[in-house]
């Protein structure tokens, strides 16, 4: 008797929903003996980062703050991970986004009319995500450079431009040697909810999710794009152009990452300054992959992670415990996750020895 | 003053490059058996605070590199487990390692130092490992900066020929090939696919946490957030830079070395270009060495990828 693998014959919509659950609570385990260790007691930390994520309406508010930048790097790499293109470079599109949005809050001002001032600062984020998830598009569609490696090693550059930018010129004159631009004009503030740090990005990210799922889902181009992502030969026979096909996702990709940033500068921050991204672009790729790169799935994938991270700084400020806490049970949850993607595809099967007559075993001897 | 400079340049090229060599190595080995990984950066963080946790309680850098060793093969571990018995996504489980090994060890760089300081390990200064000058030889000019290295930059010199050797002149060496090319037929020829993928990759893994460990106890002695600044994703491309030959494995971490090394020189000569600039030089020759080997390979063919790099064997799936 022994267990092999069988392949199912279409993927297991039950075990979609049930892997990502249980691998949440996996991971709580496993962070649950991690804080033994360290000499926590887990039940508490748990309760607190609960209470200080879910426990009232500006908590909750907080948790958003955090999603709202998951939620659209989330949308973008998604769907860069739809066509096997492994952008792992969110955290790099996200800072130029800033970057972008900075420039014409900062240095537009006065030259176009107020009411276009905020419009034009995200649309500039957008353009500049997008053209920096350009640069490894391109350079995979057309020459074929691995894209993981460039993704990556652009979130550095972009990183240390931004540096550059509020540490030399951009920095403010008044700002007592502050890493950070002069604040933006609240002409380019993004509204926010009233009382809370939550702002418009948040209707940004959930209309933008809807979009995508029926443009994933029902449109020639997200098939085309999934045709891709499966099996790259016949997307070739069925003259699925990929490389532009690779270009135009990407940049979507980047676009959105860039509105993620520009939304932190205008929303949040309201000026370019030291950790204007906080490994957002990194968690993407969790929240990409848990929600199994569905656009609506990610959004609550996103408040999820946004959980942890909040729950993380409160654990920080009520217990002592390192505000990595959080990052630590991200980093767990794929584990499970993956281990369990094996039954999405394939399903155990316990097999064994067919009864063979005696005398077909001889033959075989025989012949050998 | 040329000399100086030279010897300079040299010294600081070969301490930078170290654990380049030790973590390329490790990746050349678990990439030839078929497996990617690219947990490397969280293993070699991980390797980094461990060792340098260790050493600072126990005194003893040697038993630092021991831990390194043994979380670098246990996240390794975890690796082939999701990746070998599992058949997850290669990228993805290099990921997910990445992001739990980095945040677990800001985690514990944040939870294991003294309570004098908070329990942060940043600023605490323990044990380290100190230039070994070997007399006579340290005195030639220049190349006298080989010889006044610590040991684990040392037992560089012996770990590029062993493994060049132990790889393509050794039964074991052809096994793993053979695995990595074409895992179908190393089963048929009676090697065991899973057991040679697990043992590479944690072979890999624990080179990573060597690497790590370099860092913290020889190269910047001491524990900071994010030590490693991207050189677990750099050795991804080192790889590709060597062709998955580990004697080739030498030349990248010398340019990349070598450019720390210029960096650091032109930083202390005193420049105009903003530091920011200089620092981006390691990433930006990051992307410019996988577009040239991207280049060559379409003008050769083959640069030497094992070609089931990155695919599950399933022997259901025939």
Redesign the interface.
């Known amino acids: 008797m022994r267990i ?4 199912r014959q279409s993927i297991s919509r039950r075990a979609m929903v049930l892997v990502p659950v249980v691998s949440f609570l996996v991971s709580l385990l496993l962070g649950a003996i ?1 804080l033994l260790i ?1 000499g926590a007691n887990p039940f508490e930390t748990y309760a607190a980062m609960a209470r200080g994520t879910f426990g009232s309406t500006y908590n909750f508010s907080e948790t958003l703050v955090k999603a709202i930048p998951l939620m659209l790097t989330g949308l973008g790499v998604s769907i860069a991970f739809r066509m096997r293109f ?1 952008n ?1 470079g969110a955290e790099g599109q996200l800072t130029l986004g800033g970057v972008a949005a900075a420039w014409v809050a900062l240095y537009w001002a006065g030259r176009v009319p107020a009411f276009l001032l905020l419009p034009l600062a995200i649309l500039a984020g957008m353009v500049a995500g997008a053209l920096w998830a350009g640069v490894p598009a391109f ?1 995979k569609a057309y ?4 894209e ?3 993704t ?3 979130n ?2 972009a990183i ?2 931004a ?2 930018l509020y ?2 010129p951009w920095r403010d004159p008044q700002g007592y040697g502050f890493p950070g631009t002069a604040q933006f004009d609240p002409s380019v503030w993004l509204p926010r909810l009233v009382g809370t740090r939550a702002h418009l990005g948040l209707i940004f990210a959930i209309v933008l999710a809807l979009a995508l799922w029926f443009v994933l889902n029902r449109t020639r181009w997200g098939f085309e794009l999934k045709i891709i992502g499966e099996n790259q030969v016949a997307a070739r026979y069925l003259g699925i152009g990929i490389a532009r096909n690779i270009v135009l996702a990407l940049l979507l990709s980047g676009a959105l990452s860039g509105l993620a940033g520009a939304c932190e500068v205008t929303g949040i921050s309201r000026r370019l300054q030291q950790g204007l991204s906080i490994g957002y672009g ?2 993407a ?2 929240v990409a ?1 848990m929600a199994q790169l569905n656009p609506i799935a990610v959004l609550f994938v996103a408040i999820l992670m946004g959980a942890l991270l909040v729950g993380g700084d409160q654990v920080q400020m009520t217990m002592g ?2 505000a ?2 959080g ?2 049970l ?3 949850i ?2 499970p996750m ?2 369990g ?2 039954f999405t595809e ?1 399903r155990l099967r316990i097999v064994r020895p067919e009864k063979t007559d005696p005398l077909a075993s001889e033959t075989v001897e025989a012949a050998s | 003053m040329i000399i100086s400079l030279l010897t300079s340049v040299l010294s600081i090229t070969l301490r930078a490059g170290t654990s380049l060599v030790y973590a390329t190595v490790g990746e050349i080995y678990t990439e030839r058996s078929g497996i990617l990984n690219l947990g490397l950066e969280g293993m070699m963080l991980m390797g980094a605070v461990t060792a340098f946790a260790t050493a600072y309680y126990s005194g003893s850098v040697g038993l630092g590199l021991v831990v390194a060793l043994a979380v670098g093969a246990m996240l390794a571990a975890i690796h082939a487990f999701l990746t070998v018995t599992m058949r997850a996504n290669q990228v993805v489980s290099g990921l997910s390692i990445t992001l739990f090994g980095s945040g677990l060890a800001s985690f514990l760089g944040q939870r294991l130092g003294p309570v004098s300081n908070n329990y942060y390990l940043v600023g605490m200064v323990g044990p380290k490992f100190t230039p070994i000058r070997i007399p006579w030889l340290s005195k030639i000019p220049v190349l006298g900066a080989l010889f006044s290295q610590d040991i684990l930059t040392y037992l560089v010199y012996l770990l590029v020929p062993l493994a060049w050797f132990y790889l393509y002149k050794t039964r074991e060496g052809l096994n793993l090939r053979a695995v990595g090319e074409n895992p179908q037929t190393a089963d048929a020829m009676g090697i065991n696919v899973t057991r040679t993928r697990y043992l590479y990759t944690v072979f890999g893994g624990m080179l990573a946490g060597l690497g790590g460990a370099h860092l913290s106890l020889a190269y910047t002695p001491g524990w900071t957030e994010n030590l490693t600044g991207g050189r677990g994703w750099i050795v991804i491309a080192l790889v590709i830079f060597a062709m998955w030959n580990p004697a080739r494995a030498i030349l990248g971490a010398i340019l990349f070395g070598g450019i720390n090394a210029v960096q650091f020189r032109i930083q202390a000569a005193g420049t105009t270009i903003p530091a920011e600039f200089l620092n981006m030089l390691p990433y930006l020759l990051t992307i410019l060495v996988l577009i040239v080997m991207t280049w060559w390979e379409a003008l050769s063919k083959r640069i030497g990828a094992p070609a089931a790099l990155g695919n599950a064997y399933m022997r259901e799936d025939k």
């Open positions: 092999i693998f069988e392949k991690l360290s492994w792992i350079l020459l074929g450079v691995d993981t490696l460039t990556l090693m652009l550095y550059v240390l431009f540096a550059h540490y030399g990194y968690t790729i969790i992959w415990l390192p990595s806490m990052l630590v991200q980093g767990m794929l584990f993956l281990a993607s094996l394939y």
